[in-house]
């Protein structure tokens, strides 16, 4: 019997534990259940604020840059330094409408376009192939069909729409992920522009070709 008034005397104390003290307020820090020896530091989280020191780094500042080749967000409140220019980060013209050619601020030259190539060879070949024909090295291995680049509609497609799809993707889930988070916004630029070279050298022909370098490729 004694065991039973036991047993019935520590359920109400537990009972009491866990729901008596609902909607209290506490005046003193709760009950540390685990220690800190056990768990070093969780017992108190430090908050981090802007512009104030840190003695856990070198230089004292709280502050830390970006890591290497981090990408800078191209969304946010309409303020946002990032949404000053449409055309950069949206690919959009001043009327709302997908916006033709390269934004003003960017310098599309022989850099620029290398740039392109370089992004265009880790992200888009895969699954583009490497002239942009649909014939990537994902399709030996089942995926389905994926666009090639040198049809009419591709080749008519403003250069912000072409941008707006490497941003946010086509079909997800199904077909094309969205590149923001790998590609910041010139870099994506630079891949539209080696596109629209990659479909200018299917419809290249000799007129096409400087004279001073028609000597170097046997043209007369």
Wanted: aromatic letters at 10%; charged letters at 20%; a positive charge.
């Amino acid at each position: 019997m004694r065991n039973v008034y036991l047993a019935t005397f520590f359920l109400v104390i537990l009972t009491a534990s866990i729901l008596g003290v609902r909607g209290s307020k506490f005046t003193h820090p709760p009950m540390d259940v685990f220690p800190e020896p056990f768990f070093p530091g969780m017992k108190e989280g430090r908050k981090i604020h802007p512009q104030s020191s840190a003695d856990f780094f070198a230089d004292g500042r709280m502050d830390r840059m970006p890591p290497p080749q981090v990408v800078a967000s191209s969304y946010g409140p309409a303020g946002q330094p990032l949404r000053h220019d449409d055309h950069l980060y949206l690919g959009k013209a001043r009327d709302g409408t997908w916006a033709r050619g390269f934004p003003a601020s960017l310098k599309v030259d022989m850099k620029f376009l290398e740039r392109g190539r370089d992004r265009f060879t880790i992200y888009c070949a895969p699954c583009h192939g490497a002239v942009g024909d649909g014939n990537g090295v994902t399709k030996h291995y089942g995926m389905g069909t994926t666009a090639t680049y040198h049809d009419d509609r591709l080749r008519a497609m403003p250069e912000g729409q072409i941008y707006n799809t490497i941003s946010n993707g086509l079909a997800p889930a199904l077909n094309m992920p969205p590149y923001a988070d790998k590609l910041a916004p010139a870099d994506r630029w630079a891949v539209i522009a080696y596109l629209r070279a990659l479909q200018r050298a299917q419809t290249g022909s000799l007129a096409d070709v400087p004279d001073a370098h028609k000597q170097e490729l046997g043209i007369k």
